[in-house]
Each structure stands twice: as structure tokens, then as C-alpha cells.
């Protein structure tokens, strides 16, 4: 990667290297002199400087230093070109980086409630945790992904009373209607519990898991039940761990855990108190404890990403004072994903045609492809709020980011089909600025892919499509291809289109996203 290539060179495996966004200072710049200097007692600029004039290097056109201490790379032609070899010789596996040195990550996305169908906000987090999972996978981790499926508990017995339409109902639309008629008969229970939790059963398999498999081609390693968990004895024997540490007590009828000895900003309820007429139960907090034991003590997780709605941001800190508390080895990161709005004309879609309350994410998968809903979600950071613009989404023209990319992808796959039949390609007699500016962009991936891994802005893969498409079409715009006249640049400038598209296909993967070869 020129990141640490160039570390390499400067002698400084910790120093920071960035692109810069000004091409006037360089193609990549460091800050490492200003801080070494400072170590040092000497004069910043000028030790940038006296650095500078030593760097002799054949990746480097120029090394100059800036004012106050920057040092500012600018690649040369020569070195570019062989990065084009490079990519023409790696194809799919350009990118691929041995940064996880294959420790074990579990990413744990959507686990959206068996109570209704998967709305907005399960699309954004479940494409997210997808090519999430993607990132990782390529950056050298050993990725599984897995869905926990809240099969017991208060919610599920909440659907019951739904199914049977009684004054505790709280969930509505067209799938409870089906499910009243489907499960309430003379015959059959009027328990909600039980009602609750074959609706709960009919609900996963006929409606979330088809969703996930057949609409958004999402596959998880693993599915794992909250019923079968508490059935298993995990909760108790958690529990009893705590109870052994003396990290519980009772208290107005319910037992709590020491929360505050972990960080938490107050200690919280592991058992109910019998209130209301409700039974005695476990909170959602034990269960979610037994669960994240399984993770790291028994399945060896070095690290869990948990994928949670923008309303389960208070949650985070009883859970990670569990994992402190039960003294889970390795690492717990959550990531919240903020909040949804369909736009339509400007206006916020807030009814749904069939549901009563809200847009599901089926209703949202019949009026666009799946590669455009990808792209969408992927767009904005996870800590932002989003606006889905679904009549730019349905535009079926480059206005639309996709098709823009994958437009792109298919033109220079009709100029490769057209150019005659070449034993190899060759890319050195590239100096044009567009086609360097180019290689430029095509040498970014592995960065992308870099940062990604480490702060899991996955926003950053559309971004780079966009801006590695508006490259080529400058490229292409100044720079004629197929030139009779001059094999041995026809030859150079097919094997950066070529260089081209596979980086563009590699960014698609990424995604999830098709990359037609025709459009």
C-alpha cells in the first residue's frame, strides 16, 4: 500500500501519511516531522527539509518541504505505471490486506424483533453490517456474521395479545390481520405467550428470513434464538457467575446488577418484580449477557461488532459493564445507526400502503433494484441521519449515483470488447495528467479498504466509486484510446481501462453491487 510504502522510505513506521486534497502540495503529505522536531528541540521546517533532500527514491518525482514542517511526496510516472502492473496482476484480489492477520470478528446486524416486517431502519443497518462484513473479510479478518433472533420476552407475548386483537394489542397492519386468521380459532390457545411465539416462529420464516436471503442477498453465518438461549441454561448460569461475585441484590422485589461499578450511570434490573399482573422474568439485559459470553468465551471472538438502532444508544453502557463484570476477553464495539426518512417531492412518506404505520423495506424493494437501495443506504455515515430520496432513486439515468457508476463500468467494458486482441497489455507510456491523475484514484482502494476496516465508515465505497468514475471520464474525455496511429499508447491506455475496471468491480463487490458488463 503507498501509505507504508512511503513510511518505508521516510525511515517513520509510525508517522501518519495522507493524501492531500491540494494537489499543489503533492499526492501524499506527513505531519510526523512536526512532532519528531518537538521531541528533538530542533527547528521544524528545517529539519523537514534536511529529511526531504536525503529522500532519494524512484516512487517519487519530487519531495519537497512546507512550511511550518510538512514533507509532501509526489509519485512519479514510472512508479504509477507499475501500480497499473500491479492491479492488471492482482484483478479480484487488488486490495486484499493482511491487517486482521485473520483474528476471529463476529458482526451482528439488523436482529430485528420476529414482530413485523423489516422496516427502513433494518435496511440501512442490514446493508451496512453486510458490506461491513465484506471490508473486514478483505482487510484479512475471519468475518462471520450473525443475526440474534429475540424470540422470547415481553415483546413476543405483546404479539400474542396483537394476534388476538385484545386490549393489550399494540402491533396493527395487514400481517396481523393474516396471523389472527391464521392462529385464532376455537381450537386453537387464546395464551398469548403461546400465540405470541408461533406468530413470532411464522414471522421469522415466512417474513424476515426471505426478506434478508432473497431481497437484500444478505446470508448470516448463523441465527441464533433468545428462547433457545434461555432454554439452554445460559442465562442461569450467568447469572449465577454474577451472583458468585457478589455483583447482584434485591431490591424492591427485583434483582439488580452493580452496573455502576462498571461504568454504567446506574445499576439496572436483571429480574422483574411481580407488578401489574405480570410475571417474574428476565430483563432483556441477562439474556443479552449469556449471549455475548457465548461470543467470547465459547466461540473465541477476538472482536464483536454489534450493529444497533438509533434507539438502543443508552444500552451500550450496561452492556459493556456485563462484559466487564463477567471479565469477557476481547473487544465489544457497537455501532448506532441513526434514524430514516423516505422523501418523496421534498415530503416525508410516513404511511405505509399496507402496513398502517410505517414503509417496510419490501414495499421500498419492489420500487427500486437492490443495487440502488445498496448504494443509497451506503452513502451517508452511520452516525448521521438519512434522507432517502426515492424519486432520485428511481431515476433511471446517471442523475442516479448508481447507474452513473455502473454506466461507467459498462462503456469501458464495450472499449476493451473493441480493442483489437492483444497477447498483453502494457502501461508505459503513460504521462498524460488525466491518465495520472487517474492511476492516482485507482491506488486508493487499498487505503479505502485500510480506513474502513478501522473506523467502519463504509460510506467512504460510494464516495470512491463516484470519484473513480468522474477520474476515468476525464481520462477518457482528453485522452483518445484506441489510437492506429500509435500502438504502444493504445496498448498503455487499454491496460489502464482495464486497471480500471477491475478496481471499479472490486468497489462494486464491496458493495454488493452488480457491475454490468452492458447497459
Known sequence: MIRDLIKGVLGLPEAAIAPTENKGFGDYSTSAVLKLAKQQGKNPMEMAQEIAQKLQN?????????????INFYLSPDFLAGQVVEILRAKENYGVLDLGKNKKIQVEFISANP????????????????VLANVLAKAGYDVKREYFVN?????????????????????????????NKKFVCWLCSKDPKKIGQ???????KNLLQPTIEQRMKIKFDEWVSEGELRQSGATDEVLAKLKAKNLTYEQDGALWFKSTSFGDDKDRVLITSAKDGREVAATYLLPDAAYHYKKFVEDKFDKVINIWGADHHGYIARLQAIKKALEMPGELEVVIMQLVRLMVKGQEVKMSKRAGTYITLDELLEEIPLDVARFFFLMRAPNTHMDFDLDLAKEQSDKNPVYY????????????????????LSPQALNHPSELA???????LPEIIEDTAKDYGAHRLPQYSLDL????H??????KVLDESNKDLTQSRLALCEATRIVLANTLSLMGISAPDKM
Open 58 to 70: 524512484p516512487m517519487f518525482s519530487k519531495v519537497e518541504a512546507a512550511p511550518p514542517g510538512f
Open 115 to 130: 414482530t413485523g416486517p423489516l422496516t427502513l431502519g433494518n435496511g440501512r443497518g442490514g446493508f451496512f453490517g453486510d
Open 151 to 179: 424470540d422470547a420476552g415481553y415483546q413476543v407475548e405483546v404479539l400474542g395479545h396483537s394476534v388476538l386483537k385484545d386490549e393489550s394489542a399494540q402491533y396493527k397492519g395487514e400481517y396481523i390481520d393474516k396471523l
Open 198 to 204: 408461533k406468530a413470532a416462529k411464522y414471522i421469522l
Open 405 to 424: 457508476v455502473q454506466y461507467a463500468y459498462a462503456r469501458i467494458c464495450s472499449i476493451l470488447r473493441k480493442a483489437p486482441a492483444t497477447k498483453s
Open 438 to 444: 487517474l492511476i492516482k484514484q485507482l491506488i486508493r
Open 469 to 472: 468514475v468522474r477520474s476515468f
Open 474 to 479: 476525464k481520462f477518457y474525455e482528453d485522452c
